[in-house]
């Protein structure tokens, strides 16, 4: 990361220094790949459409969100209304560090001799021990903790957020399986199993609840 990125990136962060700007990002993220509209960012944060608006706006001023439109009503042609603007948040991270530090070069450049090296195995096993030292009583709860954005259903564990994002983009098969040996470890044990099941604008990995005999 450049100097002038690393500037870039803290301000975009310093726009959610305001607490009803942080929660209407919130709002948009909790809404995983699915757009969501002002109104239904209104109702979330109980405040008025026009107040709404203006923080979303700023978050995409920001570099935070991006801004798609269509009519919500499913209807087109004369007579079906504007198309509403609708959020969702962007695909790429911002991180921030001052002074500036290189901890994601590191990162791709560790990712890539453990790929040359064939030490994928090796790799795995470190993952899984690490998410075995934090053994999670609340999966969904320890999962959030780490910045997984998970969404629970009574039989199931999406998670919305991969942190492992650029380098799973570099370094896929690698990077996908550690963070299956991790969540793997996380849950030894519970009435959970971590499974692979990749699918667009969500992480790789997910919670199945195991099946009583």
């Known amino acids: 990361m450049t100097t002038s990125e690393n500037w870039d990136d803290l301000a975009a962060v310093t726009a959610l220094s305001d607490g009803v700007r942080r929660s209407a990002y919130q709002a948009v993220a909790d809404g995983g790949p699915e757009p969501v509209g002002r109104d239904e960012v209104a109702d979330t944060l109980g405040v008025g459409r026009t107040l709404a608006a203006f923080h979303l706006d700023k978050l995409v001023d920001a570099g935070l969100l991006q801004v798609s439109y269509a009519r919500r009503t499913g209807r087109s042609g004369p007579g079906a209304g504007r198309?509403?603007?609708?959020?969702?948040?962007v695909p790429?991270?911002?991180?921030?560090?001052?002074?500036?530090?290189?901890?994601?070069?590191?990162?791709?450049?560790?990712?890539?001799?453990?790929d040359r090296s064939g030490a994928d195995q090796a790799l795995y096993e470190v993952a899984r021990e690490q998410g075995r030292r934090e053994p999670a009583s609340d999966p969904a709860a320890a999962l959030a903790e780490r910045g997984y954005s998970p969404v629970a259903g009574p039989d199931r564990i999406e998670l919305r957020n991969c942190p492992f994002h650029r380098l799973a983009?570099?370094?896929?098969?690698?990077?996908?399986g550690m963070n299956l040996a991790l969540v793997d470890g996380m849950v030894a044990g519970s009435e959970w199993t971590a499974r692979m099941d990749p699918a667009p604008g969500r992480c790789c990995v997910t919670l199945c609840k195991n099946k009583s005999d």
């Open 83 to 89: 198309p509403a603007k609708l959020y969702r948040v």
């Open 92 to 114: 790429w991270e911002h991180s921030v560090s001052v002074p500036p530090r290189a901890y994601r070069d590191a990162a791709e450049m560790l990712a890539e001799a453990v």
């Open 169 to 176: 983009e570099q370094f896929p098969p690698l990077i996908c």
